[in-house]
């Protein structure tokens, strides 16, 4: 018998896998013939770019290089700082175990650590550790049954689910130019180091896209000609579209900037200028918050049902937050002061989240990096300043999945005699969802109706009922439904038997019976 159903379909975009790798990308480095020789490495800084990421079958493949910069000590009476500026190129492969071709990548680099370790002095070996944080995506359109229309004997147990139906995904390339202005006085002989971080993330939905923004927060250190140091500021707006159709105001983006490629050097000693051009990626998916009514079993008193049924696993519950706070701490630290600081690089580190039921509590540190003037040199101290914050966890689960990234919004350092009070703002910006396991039932099939004697309830079982049973379950189980059997034995709430209440369920007695499939 043919059976006609009404379907609904929702788009599911799972999380196959998730892991954090680290990296190592070492080389060495060969002192240009113009540079003095190294005596001793300083400071090493760098930015990751990853201009290529494919998903392969059990793993991915990820390619891109750290722009970095290394402030030396040279053998030279002339100079007492020099740099070298240097590409380190990695193509890796990382086993991801369940990744398919064809798969959403979702990443996410930072730099661990860098060391430089000088073999000679017209030659240095550079090391950097990155840790790369792998998600895997895949998108799977369903169609779901949630009623049956044409069989009125069928009985229907329907569950409601509130889901996150992933309405699509794009991304686009956005390319910064700008050129930031030096003092007119100084004549840069080469650049230092060149820090780019990406804050204030932003969207906004028009028709059929997204207005992606940010800012790309740049410091820039630099050396003059007549060896003074001076460093450049600047925050270049970035902003692109991604074409999403059938996308709302209602719908929940999620955004993901990347720096795939950059390029900072001087401009003619004439302009006083630096260029700074950037190509950086966005990827947004929209998801709608979708309320469905899901067919989850199904039989008949009088007739045989067949179909299939598989487990799929969707998200819910998504929500966006951020949480500011500030970092205040005394660093005891002698011979540094305001005048003799050159440049402090604050890096923030998350060494623990702990999801309970009603918090996320992060347990993290600032890596504080202060490069200052010891008299006739230069160098360069790390400290360290731990914190601790924690948020509500609104949905009351301490399954849910939590994503987090941090942000150094603003530093502030006031330098005492012997110590220094640091004042440090950090945004994280936090994603959570919860998984939700739902029934998929489809090829539903009608076999030919059973034969009686005539005397449907012809007779009552009494049933003891048993942990874990329901009304849908005893009912199923002999045939019977669950509206008889609240009438038979004056059941005020369904949804409420106890176990060891006897029930008495009427019954159907078949004459013959053909081949039947418990569902």
């Known amino acids: 018998m043919d059976v006609e ?42 930015n990751v770019c990853v201009y290529k990421k494919e998903v392969q079958d059990d793993k991915i493949k990820i390619e891109g290089n750290i722009n970095t910069y290394i402030m030396y000590l040279p053998d030279s009476k002339d100079d007492k700082l020099r740099a070298l500026n240097t590409s380190l190129d990695f193509s890796e492969f990382i086993n991801v175990p369940g990744a398919k071709e064809g798969m959403q990548l979702e990443l996410q680099t930072c730099i661990k650590d860098m060391e430089c370790k000088v073999l000679n002095g017209r030659k240095i070996n550079v090391k950097a550790g990155i840790e790369v944080t792998i998600k895997v995506y ?25 889901i996150n139906s992933l309405v699509g995904s794009g991304n686009t390339k956005v390319y910064v130019k700008d050129t930031l202005s030096i003092d007119q006085k100084d004549e840069i002989a080469e650049i230092l180091k060149a820090d780019v971080n990406l804050i204030d993330t932003d969207i906004k939905i028009s028709y059929n896209k997204i207005l992606v923004k940010s800012d790309a927060d740049v410091k820039i250190m630099y050396l003059t000609e007549n060896n003074r140091i001076n460093t450049v500021t600047s925050k270049i707006p970035v902003v692109g579209f991604v074409d999403l159709q059938n996308i709302s105001e209602d719908n929940i983006c999620d955004v993901n900037f990347d720096i795939s490629n950059m390029i900072i050097r001087p401009n003619g000693p004439e302009e006083h200028s630096i260029y700074v051009e950037l190509e950086i990626g966005a990827n947004c998916k929209a998801f709608e918050v979708k309320q469905i009514s899901l067919l989850q079993d199904l039989y008949s008193p009088t007739m045989d049902v067949e179909f299939n049924q598989r487990r799929v696993s969707t998200m819910t519950s998504k929500t966006s937050k951020t949480k500011e706070f500030t970092v205040s701490n005394n660093i005891n630290i002698d011979g540094i002061s305001s005048q003799n600081v050159l440049d402090v690089e604050v890096k923030s580190i998350l060494n623990k989240q702990q999801v309970t039921v009603s918090k996320i509590i992060y347990e993290g540190e600032l890596e504080v990096n202060f490069i200052f003037e010891d008299g006739n040199n230069i160098s360069s101290k790390l400290e360290k300043i731990p914190f601790d914050c924690s948020v509500d966890n609104e949905l009351g689960d301490d399954k849910i999945n939590v994503s987090t990234r941090t942000i150094i919004n603003n530093t502030n350092f006031e330098f005492g005699t012997s110590s220094v009070k640091a004042n440090v703002d950090v945004t994280l910006n936090i994603e959570e969802s919860k998984n939700v396991n739902i029934n998929i039932i489809d090829n539903i099939q009608i076999q030919e109706k059973r034969q009686s004697n005539g005397q449907d309830y012809d007779s009552l079982i009494l049933y003891i009922v048993q942990s874990g049973d329901t009304l849908w379950k005893i009912a199923k189980k002999f045939r019977s439904t669950i509206d008889d059997i609240v009438r038979t034995n004056g059941i005020e709430d369904p949804d409420k038997i106890n176990v060891g209440q006897k029930l008495y369920i009427p019954k159907f007695r078949y004459m013959r019976r053909e081949k039947t499939q418990n569902a």
Not at 156 to 161: A, E, G, I, N, W
Request: net charge negative.
């Open 5 to 46: 159903v009404s379907k609904e379909n929702i788009c599911i975009n799972k999380k196959v896998a998730e892991k954090k790798e680290l990296i190592f990308v070492q080389n060495d480095l060969i002192v240009p013939d113009s540079k003095p020789d190294v005596l001793s490495s300083i400071n090493m800084s760098g």
């Open 138 to 162: 895949s998108n799977e359109e369903v169609n779901i049954v949630n009623s049956i229309n044409n069989i009125p004997d069928i009985q229907t147990l329907q569950k409601d689910f509130t």
